[in-house]
């Protein structure tokens, strides 16, 4: 798999997030403070993570992703979380290793 190529946005990926594989560890550039939906991502396999991602740094796995915003929805009757919602919820499993829990 090694890079993705152009490099996305995180906007991009969750948008269409179900379209990565599970296996994808999604990385952001290291010198960025706040992560947002237009921060640009790297999403790399295992075997291409283990030589280190110069100028990134980890994020979060495609799977807890798809699983965050399974959680969110789940949580809500079902609701899809628009992309703002699916970055809070993201950000804050990152943040917290725990699910946003519902306001």
């Known amino acids: 798999m090694g890079m993705t190529e152009p490099i996305l946005t995180l906007g991009q990926?969750?948008?269409?997030?179900?379209?990565f594989s599970d296996g994808g560890i999604i990385f952001v550039p290291d010198d960025t403070g706040?992560?947002?939906?237009s921060s640009p991502?790297?999403?790399?396999?295992?075997?291409?993570?283990?030589?280190?991602?110069?100028?990134?740094?980890?994020?979060?796995?495609?799977?807890?992703?798809?699983?965050?915003?399974?959680?969110?929805?789940?949580?809500?009757?079902?609701?899809?979380?628009?992309l703002d919602e699916s970055l809070a919820a993201i950000i804050y499993y990152a943040a917290n290793d725990s699910y946003i829990p519902i306001a």
Do not use: N
């Open 41 to 82: 991502v790297k999403i790399l396999d295992l075997d291409s993570t283990l030589a280190g991602v110069p100028g990134f740094r980890y994020f979060l796995e495609v799977e807890l992703v798809k699983d965050v915003l399974q959680v969110w929805s789940d949580w809500r009757d079902g609701q899809s979380p628009t």
């Open 13 to 19: 990926v969750v948008g269409g997030i179900e379209g």
């Open 34 to 37: 706040d992560v947002s939906l």
